[in-house]
């Protein structure tokens, strides 16, 4: 693997489209600009920045003949910036005689202002000492050192050396990061022993972007540029001099380990940088709180990864496992105990359960952005953790809510068969017709059942977790049908018991759509929640999109087929297809195969309308109907690869939504995980999960305990991580121990 491979690409490299690449020849060949700003002239009236040129290029302006409006001849280059781009020492080593030449009269402060506004281009900032660094070349350490030895001598090496740049897109960035950038390791020590800003922040809008391809995010700090470019040696190097700050945070409230999440890419090379950079950085901090710091979002690292979808980071931070004494508090996995190829772990439940804030799986099953959200569940200890929920309290309440729903619907469907008809219809109190008290208790039932639904369903869409409509569409869609049935029931009682007839109406919608809501309880089993997610799947894919056409086809064709109609006289028999709502039925039945053509007998012009008919019938009986048969199987066959997935993510759902509705004292008693003491005032909620690895046994064939496994009583039950026989030459830690709080329920989890 050579030096570079596996890094992301720098600034340099990702010049937008249609930029030509740069080079490290000398910048300013014949480019026609000012002698103090290396960045063309950019119109006013653009509201967005515009990054044709990132801080340094090679690319030529256009003639000015080409150009008629620019004529006036601009200023000659700055010499010393030529100089230190071109790597010409000689010339440089006269430029800068020169200058101290000329401020021979001037008073200290005076010079050491006048060599700032030599070496420093006004309108942005820039530095020779920039310059030289941003065009690389056999001569720049030499040109590096010149400088640098120049400002020392004279007294301004503080001010030059962290001089920032003032253009807004590049505001912030010093020398240091330009070395950082360009990867010159030397070069970085060079500038830090010099006395460089190790803490200082690049917050232009290129390193901070908020539009897609206006710039690069790789943090604002030297420290995150170098971890997020993958550079070992200058991360050490940043690591252990004193002055570097390691929770600093950045205009998006982000610490380095945030910005490793943030680059992070579905890339087996780069992921496994990022991994070692951010473990080497956690470990290495004084600050072992590093991890736990939130951005400006609320959220922490671990977090971060689980939002943006980035399995590989949350699987090696959910199951770190740290054995060295001082970093054990950075740990997240506990191997108690081993045998052969089985283990038992404990996991760190903080920030991962819903009894946190922002927990992780909260995060995964209800943010329908992550395209990956089954393969976060799938890691460990967010799947186990899910599974015992359900074997715990979720089934038994999910079985609750089945027959709840099914008794609610039978009695729905009783009362709208057995309802009052006739004259006894307009007198629904009326206890004098027969069953007319079962009638009353049955409305009063229903009643109650849809308000309670109606309160229940609007909690879970509206203020337990804001969905979007995507969120709705994919997950939360049976909560809003299951909403606007309690609706429609409500309407129907209350028409009911005000004597209005229209009640009938909401009643039977209610009815078809309260049975329709029965497959929601398919996600109890795999193999009938597979078949619902199909059957949504066509829904919201294929009939939606044939109804929006269908419906332009009939309306088009239904108003210009009514308009043919002839109106007849007075006492003459008129057609029954006079109107356009008749008109309407035909045409639909025609797309069916139930209607005929009687309907044209009555036209102006019968063979006009003739052929409107049979366009009709082949654009919607031929070519649509055929089109959403074809498509409706081949979603079929694309989504049953993928519909396993979908159906764990809702049942997931479920089980945090039965979990919410919890009282506080069955959440407590309902609460997974064992109390763990991981040192003297570092105590956790840990879930213990056995895992068989016939793969990777035969390679950890080392004693954690002599004996496997611990005694079980409630309350006073203690066990050793990592305790081994005397006579083995392994260190003792006698600081860590898992207290078991109620070991009379615990749950058991083998996972091959």
Same mark, same amino acid.
């Given at each position: 693997?050579?030096?570079?491979?596996?890094?992301?690409?720098?600034?340099?490299?990702?010049?937008? =489209?249609?930029?030509?690449?740069?080079?490290?020849?000398?910048?300013?060949?014949?480019?026609?600009?000012?002698?103090?700003?290396?960045?063309?002239?950019?119109?006013?009236?653009?509201?967005?920045?515009?990054?044709?040129?990132?801080?340094?290029? /090679?690319?030529?302006?256009?003639?000015?003949?080409?150009?008629?409006?620019?004529? *006036?001849?601009?200023?000659?280059?700055?010499?010393?910036?030529?100089?230190?781009?071109?790597?010409?020492?000689?010339?440089?080593?006269r430029l800068l005689q020169e200058a101290e030449d000329s401020s021979s009269s001037f008073t200290e402060k005076a010079s050491q202002d006048f060599f700032m506004y030599k070496l420093t281009s006004k309108d942005t900032g820039k530095t020779c000492l920039m310059k030289a660094l941003l065009n690389i070349n056999?001569? @720049?350490?030499?040109?590096?050192?010149?400088?640098?030895?120049?400002?020392?001598? /004279?007294?301004?090496?503080?001010? %030059?050396?962290? *001089?920032?740049?003032?253009?807004? !897109?590049?505001?912030?960035?010093?020398?240091?990061?330009?070395?950082?950038?360009?990867?010159?390791?030397?070069? $970085?020590?060079?500038?830090?022993?010099?006395?460089?800003?190790?803490?200082?922040?690049?917050?232009?809008?290129?390193?901070? =972007?908020?539009?897609?391809?206006?710039?690069?995010?790789?943090?604002?700090? =030297?420290?995150?540029?170098?971890?997020?470019?993958?550079?070992?040696?200058?991360?050490?190097?940043?690591?252990?001099?004193?002055?570097?700050? $390691?929770?600093?945070?950045?205009?998006?409230?982000?610490?380095?380990?945030?910005?490793?999440?943030?680059?992070?890419?579905?890339?087996?090379?780069?992921?496994?940088?990022?991994?070692?950079?951010?473990?080497?950085?956690?470990?290495?901090?004084? !600050?072992?709180?590093?991890?736990?710091?939130?951005? /400006?979002?609320?959220?922490?690292?671990?977090?971060?990864?689980?939002?943006?979808?980035?399995?590989?980071?949350?699987?090696?931070?959910?199951?770190?496992?740290?054995?060295?004494?001082?970093?054990?508090?950075?740990?997240?996995?506990?191997?108690?105990?081993?045998?052969?190829?089985?283990?038992?772990?404990?996991?760190?439940?903080?920030?991962?359960?819903?009894?946190?804030?922002?927990?992780?799986?909260?995060?995964?099953?209800?943010?329908?952005?992550?395209?990956?959200?089954?393969?976060?569940?799938?890691?460990?200890?967010?799947?186990?953790?899910?599974?015992?929920?359900?074997?715990?309290?979720?089934?038994?309440?999910?079985?609750?809510?089945?027959?709840?729903? +099914?008794?609610?619907?039978?009695?729905?469907?009783?009362?709208?068969?057995?309802?009052?008809?006739?004259?006894?219809?307009?007198?629904?109190?009326?206890?004098?017709?027969?069953?007319?008290?079962?009638?009353?208790?049955?409305?009063?039932?229903?009643?109650?059942?849809?308000?309670?639904?109606?309160?229940?369903?609007?909690?879970?869409?509206?203020?337990?977790?804001?969905?979007?409509?995507?969120?709705?569409?994919?997950?939360?869609?049976?909560?809003?049908? %299951?909403?606007?049935?309690?609706?429609?029931?409500?309407?129907?009682?209350?028409?009911?018991? +005000?004597?209005?007839?229209?009640?009938?109406?909401?009643?039977?919608?209610?009815?078809?759509?309260?049975?329709?809501?029965?497959?929601?309880?398919?996600?109890?089993?795999?193999?009938?929640?597979?078949?619902?997610?199909?059957?949504?799947?066509?829904?919201? !894919?294929? $009939?939606?999109?044939?109804?929006?056409?269908?419906?332009?086809?009939?309306?088009?064709?239904?108003?210009?087929?009514?308009?043919?109609?002839?109106?007849?006289?007075?006492?003459?028999?008129?057609?029954?297809?006079?109107?356009?709502? @008749?008109?309407?039925?035909?045409? %639909?039945?025609?797309?069916?195969?139930?209607?005929?053509?009687?309907?044209?007998?009555?036209?102006?012009?019968?063979?006009? +309308?003739?052929?409107?008919?049979?366009?009709?019938?082949?654009?919607? +009986?031929?070519?649509?109907?055929?089109?959403?048969?074809?498509?409706?199987?081949?979603?079929?066959?694309?989504?049953?690869?993928?519909?396993?997935?979908?159906?764990?993510?809702?049942?997931?759902?479920?089980?945090?939504?039965?979990?919410?509705?919890?009282?506080?004292?069955?959440?407590?008693?309902?609460?997974?995980?064992?109390?763990?003491t991981v040192s003297k005032n570092d105590n956790r909620a840990c879930l213990r999960i056995n895992e068989v690895k016939w793969t990777e046994w035969h390679n950890h064939v080392t004693c954690i305990n002599e004996e496997p496994g611990f005694e079980m009583h409630p309350g006073t039950s203690y066990a050793n991580?990592?305790?081994?026989?005397? *006579?083995? !030459?392994?260190?003792?830690?006698?600081?860590?121990?898992?207290? $078991?709080?109620?070991?009379?329920?615990?749950?058991?989890?083998? @996972?091959?």
């Amino acid at each position: 693997m050579s030096k570079n491979e596996g890094v992301p690409l720098l600034a340099k490299d990702r010049i937008p =489209p249609g930029t030509p690449p740069r080079t490290h020849k000398p910048l300013d060949n014949g480019m026609k600009k000012s002698d103090t700003t290396d960045f063309p002239v950019v119109s006013s009236k653009i509201s967005f920045p515009v990054f044709s040129r990132p801080m340094d290029s /090679n690319i030529k302006p256009c003639p000015d003949s080409l150009n008629p409006k620019k004529t *006036a001849r601009r200023p000659p280059k700055n010499l010393l910036f030529k100089a230190v781009s071109e790597g010409d020492v000689d010339s440089l080593k006269r430029l800068l005689q020169e200058a101290e030449d000329s401020s021979s009269s001037f008073t200290e402060k005076a010079s050491q202002d006048f060599f700032m506004y030599k070496l420093t281009s006004k309108d942005t900032g820039k530095t020779c000492l920039m310059k030289a660094l941003l065009n690389i070349n056999d001569y @720049t350490p030499e040109i590096v050192c010149l400088l640098l030895s120049f400002a020392e001598e /004279n007294g301004f090496l503080d001010r %030059f050396i962290n *001089a920032e740049y003032t253009e807004e !897109n590049y505001k912030g960035q010093t020398a240091l990061n330009i070395a950082i950038e360009r990867r010159q390791s030397d070069l $970085v020590k060079c500038l830090i022993k010099k006395g460089a800003n190790i803490n200082v922040r690049a917050q232009g809008r290129f390193f901070n =972007p908020k539009r897609k391809h206006e710039g690069f995010y790789f943090g604002e700090t =030297p420290l995150a540029l170098a971890a997020c470019t993958n550079q070992p040696e200058v991360v050490q190097l940043l690591m252990e001099n004193s002055q570097t700050d $390691v929770t600093i945070q950045d205009s998006l409230g982000n610490t380095v380990l945030h910005a490793l999440v943030t680059v992070a890419e579905n890339s087996e090379a780069q992921n496994a940088f990022i991994i070692r950079m951010y473990d080497t950085i956690l470990r290495n901090c004084k !600050n072992k709180s590093l991890e736990s710091i939130e951005n /400006n979002e609320g959220l922490t690292p671990m977090q971060l990864a689980a939002k943006t979808g980035k399995t590989e980071i949350l699987h090696y931070i959910l199951s770190r496992e740290i054995k060295e004494k001082e970093n054990r508090v950075l740990s997240r996995k506990f191997t108690d105990w081993a045998y052969g190829p089985v283990s038992s772990s404990l996991y760190d439940l903080k920030d991962v359960d819903t009894s946190s804030r922002n927990s992780i799986l909260e995060i995964v099953v209800y943010n329908t952005s992550i395209d990956n959200r089954h393969e976060l569940l799938a890691l460990e200890p967010l799947h186990t953790l899910l599974q015992m929920k359900w074997k715990k309290f979720a089934r038994y309440m999910f079985f609750l809510s089945f027959l709840l729903s +099914f008794t609610y619907n039978v009695v729905l469907t009783l009362v709208s068969y057995y309802r009052p008809r006739g004259e006894q219809a307009l007198y629904p109190l009326s206890l004098t017709y027969d069953r007319g008290w079962l009638q009353l208790v049955g409305q009063m039932f229903i009643i109650v059942c849809a308000t309670y639904l109606m309160i229940k369903e609007g909690v879970v869409i509206f203020l337990v977790r804001p969905s979007d409509l995507r969120s709705v569409l994919s997950d939360a869609w049976f909560h809003v049908l %299951f909403f606007i049935q309690a609706i429609l029931v409500i309407a129907s009682v209350f028409c009911y018991l +005000f004597g209005v007839k229209e009640y009938l109406a909401f009643l039977v919608l209610a009815m078809a759509l309260g049975w329709a809501n029965m497959l929601y309880y398919t996600r109890g089993f795999q193999s009938l929640g597979i078949y619902s997610v199909m059957i949504q799947k066509v829904i919201l !894919n294929d $009939v939606l999109k044939f109804l929006f056409v269908y419906i332009l086809f009939l309306f088009g064709f239904g108003v210009a087929l009514a308009s043919l109609i002839e109106s007849c006289a007075d006492g003459d028999e008129c057609s029954a297809y006079k109107s356009f709502s @008749t008109a309407i039925v035909e045409l %639909f039945k025609l797309t069916i195969g139930l209607g005929d053509l009687e309907m044209q007998h009555d036209s102006k012009y019968p063979v006009l +309308f003739l052929l409107l008919l049979i366009a009709y019938v082949i654009l919607t +009986f031929v070519l649509l109907l055929n089109m959403l048969i074809a498509l409706m199987g081949e979603t079929v066959e694309k989504i049953s690869k993928e519909s396993e997935h979908i159906w764990r993510i809702q049942r997931a759902r479920t089980i945090l939504e039965f979990e919410k509705s919890l009282p506080l004292w069955l959440k407590s008693k309902f609460q997974l995980g064992e109390s763990c003491t991981v040192s003297k005032n570092d105590n956790r909620a840990c879930l213990r999960i056995n895992e068989v690895k016939w793969t990777e046994w035969h390679n950890h064939v080392t004693c954690i305990n002599e004996e496997p496994g611990f005694e079980m009583h409630p309350g006073t039950s203690y066990a050793n991580l990592n305790i081994e026989d005397e *006579a083995d !030459n392994y260190e003792r830690d006698r600081h860590v121990t898992i207290d $078991v709080i109620d070991s009379t329920d615990q749950t058991y989890e083998t @996972t091959v």
